[in-house]
């Protein structure tokens, strides 16, 4: 497969754009040296942007950045993709409303993933952002499309568009890639949050009604809205 001449422009952006993503998660401490990576979906193909396997984040450069179709297989690219490439290439066939995907090794987050922990949604910008607890995911080998089958198997049908998988870490998934860093961002936030919480004694799950309509206003009502046609 090649890159469509009419989606020239179109993986030039998405190339910036991937590779700008990255430096959030240096910007938030949600990776060490190379690890976690970021990719998107190119709308209107099935092909994918990912992160180089192993290059220092200051080295990283749009034109560095990896085109794959979605089975995993490069495209178009100087650098060989990212180790997890089979797996977000799994998302994506396997959900096709989503438009980007995380990894991390962010620390707090990933300690509740060795421990094979749920985070429990005990705070309202849980509720807000993730609908709910935070799932764990199976144990998957690094390398295969295994990991991406944990994140499909955990997150269809479940609100959160974060998983803990099993002794590894987060996985986050979004309407596009940006959508998806902001996922893993939040995760970190509250994986921190709950865990000094847990330190003070046991903690209490929200009510569901009120998870409920604290997700449906911040997912619905909060921020900036486009105002209604006159
Ligand atoms: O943990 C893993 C593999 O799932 C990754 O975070 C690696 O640490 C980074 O791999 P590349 O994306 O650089 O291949």
Redesign the pocket.
Known sequence: MTIPTSLTETVAKLRAEVCLLHSELTRWGL?TW????VSARVPGADLMV??????SYDDLTPESMVVCDLDGTVVDGTHG????TD?HAYVYRAMPEVGGVV???SPYATAWAARGEEIPCVITAMADEFGGPIPIGPFAL?GSDD?GKGIVETLSGHRSPAVLMRS??PFTIGKNAKAAVKAAVMCEDVARTVHFATLRGPVQPLPQHHIDSLYDRYQNVYGQRPAPAA
């Open positions: 990776v190379t690890s976690g990576n990912i992160k180089p396997s192993g290059l993709p990212s180790s997890d797996s990894h991390t090794h690094i990991i590894h870490g």
